[in-house]
């Protein structure tokens, strides 16, 4: 009997630190998780940074709406993959083209991004240029392939971007929804085909949604 009770407080003491054990190594996973997607988003707020510090034409813009903002005001929405599909159409918009200075050259000379082709009507022919109510943002290739990169409906707009680095690429624009309309950023990872959505914490009711296009796009007359 008396050997039996050894053996079963022995038992305890071990489950006991076992348990123990275990609730420290839960902790400190968590810990750990909790740290990395600090860090993760700490990274990424970084990169909007760089972009907005840029780009101040497109924060000052935004500022006067919603008011004065940073990187920080930025959350993140989602991830998710992109379809990496290609399809060979060599870039369209030639240097003679009015839709050329607005263009993203990639900093290593392995292609162009653009956002505007696909939403501004402006070929020769037409009386007036005009925006389409979808938005696109087209990687065209060096070797001659174009991908899609993201694509939003009448929702909201695409209206500026910049490569941020070699590897990513910074998009930024609006959704108007309900309660008026939200700055967004994009940042589209090329090379694993990810992109990350964040959205600013500040939403303006009044904000005029070709405004900043109209101011970008000096050499096309959108009005």
């Not at 993760?40 to 497109?58: D, M, P, R, T």
């Not at 085909?193 to 296009?213: C, G, M, P, T, W």
Request: aromatic letters at 14%; hydrophobic letters at 35%.
């Amino acid at each position: 009997m008396k050997s039996f009770l050894k053996n079963s407080i022995f038992l305890l003491m071990v489950l006991s630190v076992w348990a123990c054990g275990s609730n420290e190594s839960e902790k400190e996973t968590n810990l750990s998780d909790g740290e990395s997607y600090s860090k993760e988003i700490s990274y990424y707020q970084n990169l909007i940074e760089i972009g907005l510090s840029k780009n101040q034409a497109w924060a000052k813009h935004w500022g006067s709406s919603v008011g004065s903002f940073s990187s920080s005001n930025f959350q993140l929405v989602f991830t998710d993959s992109i379809n990496p599909m290609e399809m060979p159409e060599a870039n369209p918009i030639l240097p003679s083209d009015p839709l050329f200075p607005y263009q993203f050259p990639h900093p290593e000379g392995k292609g162009t991004v653009d956002i505007y082709l696909y939403k501004v009507e402006a070929q020769e022919g037409l009386e007036q240029p005009f925006l389409n109510p979808d938005s696109e943002v087209i990687w065209f290739k060096e070797d001659g392939m174009r991908e899609r990169l993201l694509f939003m409906g009448p929702s909201g707009m695409f209206e500026d971007g910049m490569w941020v680095n070699a590897q990513e690429f910074l998009v930024l624009g609006y959704f108007h929804e309900d309660e008026g309309y939200t700055p967004m950023a994009w940042i589209i990872d090329v090379e694993n085909h990810i992109f990350r959505q964040f959205r600013l914490d500040k939403v303006s009711e009044n904000y005029q949604a070709d405004s900043y296009l109209d101011q970008k796009l000096k050499s096309v007359k959108l009005s």
